[in-house]
């Protein structure tokens, strides 16, 4: 009886809450990863950003891991196509401030954003919804067993051998079913 009404919320936390309400939630009930967060965006300022959903997108090196700390998302360079011009890749012009925000809907006409970034961004916004649920244990309880899955090669060797997936690990499950995922 419980799950119906918690994912009909959930639901309307993904798609309806305002910005200022998801920014208020994640520098006060979320603060911890939120700083932890903004030092990131700070260091990484001179990089290319723009905003997917509520969230903060910063493109970091090629790569790298993707990272959600409170609002701010960090995603790999990777992800973003070649766009013919030396192998460099095609990743949005302007800043978070200036460039309107990348929803589900209409993502279409930006031939930067490919399934798999789309996948990416839905997963990694997923965590930020965590956040905002967990608040200050979000670093205990889903980023440190998230960064342990992903870079301690004893706890990742079934999802590097393939016989499991990355995404099944509950901390992952949980993230792409809040930002919408559906993984087989």
Known sequence: ?????VSITIGRMKKEMPLFLYRLIQFTWGLPQTLAGLFLYLYFYKNKHFRYRNAIITVWS???????????????GSFFPKDGRAGTRFIPEGTVFFRESCEDTGEDARPWMTPALKRILRHEYGHSIQSMILGPVYLVAVGLPSILWCRVPALGHSWRSGKRSYYSFITERSADRFGGNRRE
């Open 1 to 5: 009886m419980l799950s119906r009404p």
């Open 62 to 76: 090629d790569g790298a891991d993707c990272l959600s700390l409170g609002p701010f998302v960090f995603i790999s």
